[in-house]
């Protein structure tokens, strides 16, 4: 790697014309102290004048230190010698050029640019591909601090990846399956709902309301859970919000994979002001017109603040934000279901299985290494018997693990649960053969390791290691894939979960 680095550091004062000697003196060592730790590659520092309040320099490495991280360095250093001898202060430095070479892993299918980039090239140097980044000489001093520079050439390489291997490439292995089970029906379920009433698409996509008929088979359902997963073994309910600000999903990792496959969020937005003279011309327009005035209405808001709940695994964390816990206290389970969330799927017309508004189940844990997988084992064997003995669903599981980790995955035993997911997929007779046709996954179990304390600056009492792991399911998923499976005939309906239906109102009769 070739890097090339010209800068300024900006002075309190005017420095004298001898200390152009003096510095050079100190630049001088501080490059042979540097070379000396590091014999490999070559670096070189080089003061090219001192005027008008700046010490310009020139860095120059190959296959050496990153210049950013010197200067980030030796500012203390240089501050305490020009201080100590002149009396005056730095006041922080400002790139001129900053251009730097890499070689890369593979050769870019696409050209592409990059925030806080003023120039980014590929070549090719004796027939392997390279990439000339150009860095934006007005990068804020606080993002080079942050490590900025190094996630831009990590990007580079990322993005790169994605266009050879995808976004969501994954290994997925089939661990467990329920075995074939009797099938009631062959129809498409959603139709099947529409039709009997249960469910009425909205005026916007993907969203659905609930009619009492469906809602009657949530609560059974809800019933369910509590007497065969949480109950047993100690979860506790809550309520976690379901508007996200920035500041989570940054600390979570999500705001970097917005719609790359994987995160797709609604966005919300406040509005400038509450006043409602402020408003009264919105107001006026919509009366006379009785539409909306998209146009003046954008000028009113602000850029979006967060957006609704993707996950209620996110907002969760901030509960514990900055805290150590007790030993006493661990291990933490929970769940939620106070309110739907929201995914902005792509397309329009996918049925009551895919949508943007759903009724998702959250559960989750929090302890040691050790705790954390025996919760995750124990609640993925309870959904197992819900799943196969009370809904009656033919349903398997599948071991998904992220690309990224499948380097350190390791063989265990069936039961033994590393950082990983375990998908619940369900057979959709209406889409074809079990062997061809594409499974429903209605509940996940992941063991997310230390990804969330870390994120959220979460400790345990002694300094142990803190994993945690969830668990995400929803109503709409059960439903879709146990009519799927059963149809809408309710005396044909598997006798263990009838017995949880108090009663199923009939939809209203219209003329």
């Known amino acids: 790697m070739k890097q090339t ?17 003096h510095l050079t003196q100190f630049i001088s060592k501080y490059e042979q102290d540097l070379n000396s730790k590091r014999p490999k590659g070559k670096f070189t520092i080089e003061l090219s004048e001192i005027k008008d309040k700046k010490i310009v320099l020139s860095l120059n ?9 010197i200067v980030l360095r030796m500012r203390k250093q240089l501050a305490q010698e020009i201080g100590k001898k002149y009396k005056i202060g730095l006041r922080g430095f400002k790139f001129i050029k900053y251009e730097i070479e890499k070689k890369l892993k593979l050769e870019p299918k696409r050209e592409f640019t990059l925030p806080l980039t ?7 140097k004796e027939d392997e591909p390279w990439a000339r980044i150009e860095i934006d000489p007005e990068i804020e001093e606080d993002f080079v ?20 291997h995808g976004a969501k490439k994954e290994h997925h292995t089939v661990a467990w399956y329920s075995g074939e089970k009797k099938l009631l029906t062959s129809k498409n379920p959603t139709k099947l709902l529409e039709k009997e009433g249960w469910i009425k698409r909205t005026n916007y996509r993907n969203q659905w309301i609930l009619t009492p008929s469906i809602t009657a088979v949530i609560e059974a359902i809800k019933k369910i859970m509590v007497e065969h997963v949480y109950t047993p073994l100690n979860y506790q309910k809550m309520m976690i919000p379901k508007l996200v600000d920035w500041s989570i999903w940054l600390r979570s990792g999500h705001a970097e ?11 919300v937005v406040q509005p400038k002001s509450a006043n409602p003279e402020f408003f009264e011309e919105i107001a006026d327009y919509i009366t006379i017109t009785k539409t909306i005035p998209e146009d003046k209405l954008y000028e009113k808001i602000t850029p979006p603040i967060g957006g609704l709940s993707y996950a209620q695994c996110p907002p969760f964390w901030a509960w514990l934000q900055g805290k150590t816990i007790a030993k006493e206290s661990l291990p933490i389970l929970v769940y939620d279901w106070s309110g739907p969330t929201y995914r902005y799927e792509s397309g329009s017309a996918y049925g009551f299985e895919r949508v943007d508004e759903l009724h998702r189940i959250e559960t989750l844990f929090i302890g040691t290494p ?4 025996e919760v995750a084992t124990e609640t993925r ?5 819900v799943f196969d003995r009370i809904f009656d669903l033919e349903v398997r599981e599948a071991k998904v693990m992220p690309w990224w980790l499948e380097q350190s995955a390791k063989d265990e035993e069936e039961e033994d649960m590393l950082v990983g997911t375990i998908d619940f997929e369900t057979y959709m007779p209406y889409r074809g053969s079990r062997e061809e046709s594409e499974w429903l996954e209605i509940q996940n179990i992941s063991i997310i390791g230390d990804k969330y304390p870390r994120g959220f600056s979460v400790k345990t009492e002694g300094g142990k290691d803190l994993w945690s792991g969830c ?32 009663n199923i109102p009939e939809p209203p009769k219209f003329l």
């Open 257 to 267: 994979g917005m719609f790359q496959g994987g995160f797709e969020p609604y966005f």
């Open 118 to 124: 003023s120039k980014l090239e590929f070549f090719k």
């Open 381 to 385: 064997k309870k959904l197992r018997e």
């Open 61 to 69: 490495s190959v296959d050496s230190y990153a210049p950013h991280t």
């Open 145 to 164: 601090e942050k490590g900025a520079i190094e996630r831009i050439l990590r990007r580079i390489n990322d993005k790169i990846s994605k266009d050879y």
């Open 370 to 373: 050790k705790q954390v997988k």
């Open 5 to 21: 680095l010209e800068l300024y550091f900006i002075t309190s004062g005017e420095l004298p014309k001898e200390s152009i000697e």
């Open 471 to 502: 668990g995400g399911g929803s109503f709409e998923r059960f439903i879709t894939a146990f009519v799927s499976q059963k149809g809408l005939k309710t005396d044909e309906w598997p006798e263990p979960f009838l017995k949880y239906l108090d």
